[in-house]
């Protein structure tokens, strides 16, 4: 049964990895492509599994050790197609190649210092004690540990950066990577109580595991949204704007943003010593433009657009995204979602009292107000007012 879940875990993860290189919907493609490399070096470990479970790894001695190479790249592959999924404009730069150095340690190693010789995954690194030695190979799921708690972390960050540029994130929030963290979570324990424990009840579900995480891996990667829809030109101005905000918060800087400076009238040290900069408006420009802003709110509405952006206010405004960011920090003392939605409440509240109510129901409410998820409704509308919709409109009645 085992060998036959290895193959059959090898054989979707395979699938998955085509699937994922040559995305059907063309969306978030770097990210999609790492992804789909971490899908295919997990289907080599289970080929790896295999020649284990068959025990036929004296006659695939060289396939053997590639295979166990590869493992290597695991964590590296998941990490980088995390880090493009959410900054859109990232570049691969030097200091990224060292993440690959162990792989490439550990291939040296086991092909050319030991090329003919019994694969240095079985080596014994040192022994705990008399029943448990820790092998080679059991660095890997300690690599995969320090990988998955700084992804968790990004993608934190990254749902409240999403704040910052949306008003609606529901569908790009990321979640269902979260989600699959939690299960990859699973399998590192399970991982490193082969290494440590070797309890059989959970060596028993190893594999059951795995196929639960590419089945849910599959489907939710094809279900993905295009996490920066936007023009080319306004995903440039809306990384700015991210990174901005990164090295605001991790440098505990105050919460002003610093007037643009052209290079060319800067020195070569204040150029290098400079960190992400946006546009600043002055203090006419800021009342002129909180006046519009507060226009288009309360007497267009354009908040009902179920999913307004910063580009779209921006462009509104006929400022800068830049601009706009700074405009929304300073007039609403807020980020950009939690602007939004705060109009999107009122305007809820007064349909819920409203005739309205006879006519809709909550879901209707939701979409009439602007919010385009009942979910994200009922949290919002919660939050700001201390009780639920439905609460409401019965307090109303009453």
């Known amino acids: 049964m085992n060998s036959f879940l290895a193959c059959f875990i090898s054989g979707a993860s395979f699938l998955l990895s085509f699937l994922l290189f040559f995305h059907p919907f063309q969306q978030n493609i770097k990210a999609n492509r790492w992804l789909g490399f971490f899908a295919f070096i997990i ?10 479970l068959t025990e036929t790894t004296d006659s695939n001695h060289f396939l053997f050790k590639i295979l166990n190479s590869l493992q290597f790249l695991l964590a590296p592959s998941f990490y980088f197609s995390i880090l493009y999924f959410v900054k859109p404009t990232k570049v691969f730069t030097k200091m990224d190649w060292l993440h690959f150095l162990p792989f490439v340690i550990y291939t040296v190693a086991e092909t050319i210092w030991n090329p003919d010789k019994e694969s240095i995954s079985t080596f014994t690194l040192f022994t705990i004690d008399q029943h448990t030695d820790i092998l080679v190979r059991n660095i890997l799921p300690l690599i995969a540990l320090v990988y998955l708690i700084q992804c968790y972390f990004i993608l934190k960050k990254h749902k409240n950066n999403l704040k910052r540029i949306s008003s609606a994130i529901n569908q790009i929030s990321l979640d269902w990577l979260v989600q699959f963290l939690f299960i990859l979570s699973i399998t590192l324990i399970i991982w490193i109580n082969d290494a440590l424990f070797g309890l059989p009840y959970l060596l028993e579900a190893t594999n059951f595991i795995y196929a639960i995480a590419i089945f849910f891996l599959a489907y939710f990667s094809i279900q993905q949204k295009t996490i920066f829809a936007f023009k080319e030109k306004d995903i440039v101005q809306i990384s700015e704007v991210l990174e901005y905000e990164e090295y605001k918060t991790d440098t505990s800087t105050p919460s002003v943003i610093e007037a643009s400076t052209n290079p060319t009238d800067m020195d070569a040290t204040e150029v290098s010593n400079t960190k992400p900069k946006l546009k600043r408006l002055s203090a006419g420009q800021i009342v002129d433009l909180s006046t519009r802003l507060f226009s288009l709110m309360e007497n267009d509405k354009l908040f009902l657009n179920n999913e307004l952006n910063l580009p779209t206010v921006a462009e509104k405004l006929d400022i800068s995204i830049h601009e706009a960011s700074f405009l ?16 999107r409440v009122e305007e809820a509240k007064k349909l819920l009292a409203s005739a309205k109510m006879e006519e809709l129901n909550i879901v209707g409410i939701a979409f009439a107000s602007g919010f385009n998820s009942k979910t994200t409704f009922n949290t919002t509308f919660k939050k700001v007012v201390g009780i639920s919709p439905s609460q409401f409109s019965k307090q109303h009645k009453k």
């Open 328 to 343: 929304i920090n300073e007039a609403a003392q807020d980020n950009f979602y939690n602007f939004i939605n705060k109009y």
């Open 43 to 52: 289907g080599c470990a289970f080929i790896g599994t295999y020649l284990t």
